[in-house]
């Protein structure tokens, strides 16, 4: 199999096309030279080899090609021509015309300009060995007219005359199958009514009893805070027993004739510059190419991005997927669609900028195989790969290597229910369609499939690979993509706190419980963390910090609000420090210093976020990617 040497891997780059890498260069220049073998078949030779496949031979490639095919789709338990075509020594197209030829019949790429004839029975050229395809043939009626054709042109009269049902699908399968796990309508009326409660009490108390307010909302919020101090100190808990274990995870050693077919969905939108780098991230996983089917996911309206795919001749496990234009325009939209072409037993979600190591399919499998049948997704890290581009880049890296090193793992072995990352999440193809894929009216669709398949049964692990992405480096973006995120996440805990005691009996009362205090909980944070903290800075400068005057137990609920304010943030910053220290970012780790500035830009988000809510619930404003100048990871 082919790889690339672990440095071009694993190291990212990011540049505007107009200034293209050794990396983007040598990658056109491999796909111009498959470019270069499409075209007019060259005449059989007079004398051609012996096998199933001789009849390529002189037509397409030589017997040297040929041979190393067979030997590699042995030791794959694959088809040689899958082989072939999956490496970029044949195009797919090229391939089929050839088999046609020999086999006398026409090929869909030859015959779809006229019109379609009657009795026309098209056959995948790719899924069947060219004897079976022979026999098959032989077998047809008098009447019927065999066509040979590409995946590509199988998906498309496969999806012919049914995109609209299958988009509509995509879009309401979830709500027709459970409305009351879909995002697509917000509040019911008794969440609504809870919160206008609250929310008046609160502005009832500041003006009517405004002394008392500080010890009501510390007495208020001591236990889930307390809760949310408790799950960031097991995350440090975690990162310290992680730093003394001895080695990494154990990876089996599974055969490459062992290992199942898999498939990658990459959704995309307004992608275009950073295409050759996409190409060479999913070129460099370390799986066999042709039991490896990429999808990049296009919208019909992004006609940008689907002009620069046009150009380049993709290698041949790469495919694009157009999905029609239908609102709402989401990410979540795009995959449900996709998910209907998906034949592999796993697949996997990559955003565009993504550099997966190259080890990462194998160690889901192997986390699976591991897991048994009730893991149902594995959840890999990320890191951020661009921190030297400015103080958000490096918050936003300590801030990934604590969720995702520290407070992920923490919850797996606390049995809790895991929000996924969004991207990098592996799943069981069944397991996935079991729970109605992803739920396009929700913008954080990767949090929501966590917790229902959790309420189905399901596990959820992580595994020590690493996923490296782009931080955003403008506040600007920075805030549009952080107001989707705290969106969702008030859709997520709206849907599942719906019908609360159907999803206690779904979950379990432990599962239930780290619900309210991880979504529930983060989001309070978020909301009352300005007040607060102007709360304790404004008591104490006019000198009633801690409430001098006050009756003892009023003094009590405020001394036990300072110490639970100050150990959520002790926490939060030694994790976020540990686990920079531990990825060997050791400069990276006085960061965490700066981070209760970085927390109030997430509230001023939260509230942008309360207010899209209401305004435009199922609004995704779209991340930018591709700025990355730097293109070295944190360290």
């Known amino acids: 199999m082919r790889q690339r040497p672990a440095s071009t891997a694993l190291r990212p780059r990011r540049r505007p096309v107009s200034r293209e890498s050794p990396r983007q260069r040598g990658i056109l220049a491999r796909l111009r030279e498959v470019q270069q073998r499409i075209g007019r078949l060259r005449a059989a030779p007079a004398e051609a080899p012996e096998g199933e496949y001789a009849f390529l031979v002189g037509r397409a490639i030589d017997a040297a ?323 030297r581009q400015g103080w958000l880049a490096r918050q936003f890296t300590i801030e990934y290597a604590s969720l995702f090193d520290g407070q992920l793992p923490s919850l797996q072995r606390l049995g809790l229910p895991i929000p996924l990352g969004g991207t990098s999440n592996h799943f069981r193809v069944d397991r996935l369609k079991e729970v109605g894929g992803w739920d396009p009216y929700n913008v954080t669709e990767d949090a929501d499939l966590g917790f229902r398949l959790a309420r189905a049964g399901y596990r959820t692990r992580t595994i020590a690979s690493t996923t490296w992405e782009e931080a955003p480096i403008a506040l600007g973006s920075w805030v549009r993509q952080r107001t989707r995120w705290l969106k969702g996440w008030m859709q997520t805990y709206l849907v599942h706190t719906r019908r609360s005691a159907r999803s206690r009996r779904a979950l379990g009362w432990w599962p239930w419980l780290g619900l309210h205090v991880l979504i529930g909980g983060m989001l309070l944070s978020a909301l009352v963390h300005p007040f607060v903290l102007f709360s304790i800075a404004w008591q104490a400068l006019n000198g009633n910090l801690p409430a001098p005057s006050a009756e003892p137990w009023e003094r009590a609920l405020v001394w036990i609000g300072l110490a639970n304010f100050a150990l959520g943030y002790v926490s939060a910053m030694l994790a976020a420090a540990i686990a920079a220290w531990r990825r060997g970012w050791k400069r990276l780790s006085f960061e965490a210093l700066l981070m209760p500035a970085y927390w109030l830009l997430i509230s001023f988000a939260s509230y942008r976020a309360l207010a899209q809510l209401i305004s435009a619930p199922h609004l995704w404003e779209k991340t930018a990617h591709g700025h990355s100048r730097a293109g070295k990871r944190a360290g």
């Not at 049914?162 to 879009?171: G, K, R, S, T």
């Not at 919020?221 to 975690?238: I, K, Q």
């Open 65 to 387: 090609t040929l041979r190393r095919a067979e030997h590699m789709a042995r030791e794959w338990a694959v088809l040689p021509h899958e082989v072939l075509i999956a490496q970029g020594w044949i195009d797919e197209r090229e391939y089929v015309a050839a088999l046609g030829a020999t086999l006398g019949i026409d090929w869909f790429g030859r015959v779809s300009a006229g019109p379609r004839r009657t009795g026309e029975v098209m056959i995948s050229a790719y899924a069947m060995r060219p004897q079976v395809i022979r026999e098959r043939i032989s077998l047809l009626p008098p009447g019927q007219h065999p066509v040979l054709a590409t995946r590509r042109e199988v998906d498309a009269r496969h999806m012919a005359g049914a995109e609209m049902a299958l988009i509509d699908h995509a879009i309401e399968g979830l709500w027709r199958a459970n409305p009351t796990a879909s995002a697509r309508h917000g509040a019911e009326t008794w969440q609504a009514l809870v919160a206008a409660i609250v929310v008046g009490l609160f502005l009832g108390g500041a003006v009517v009893a405004p002394e008392a307010v500080v010890p009501f909302v510390m007495a208020i919020l001591t236990l889930p805070f307390l809760c949310v101090t408790f799950l960031r100190s097991m995350a440090v808990v975690e990162l310290f027993r992680l730093q003394r274990a001895k080695g990494g995870s154990s990876l089996r050693s599974v055969s490459d004739a062992e290992l199942p077919r898999y498939s990658a969905l990459v959704p995309l939108y307004r992608e275009a510059e950073i295409l050759p780098d996409l190409v060479a991230g999913m070129a460099a996983l370390d799986y066999p190419s042709a039991k490896l089917e990429i999808l990049l996911v296009l919208e019909a309206s992004d006609t940008e991005t689907r002009a620069a795919l046009a150009g380049l001749d993709l290698p041949g496990n790469i495919r694009p997927v157009v999905v029609p234009e239908k609102g709402p325009r989401t990410k979540p939209k795009a995959l449900n669609y996709a998910l209907e072409l998906v034949k592999s037993p796993y697949v996997v979600v990559y955003d565009a900028e993504d550099i997966p190591e190259p080890d990462q399919l194998r160690r889901a499998l192997a986390a699976f195989a591991d897991g048994g049948p009730e893991v149902a997704c594995v959840q890999a890290r990320l890191g951020i790969h661009n921190a």
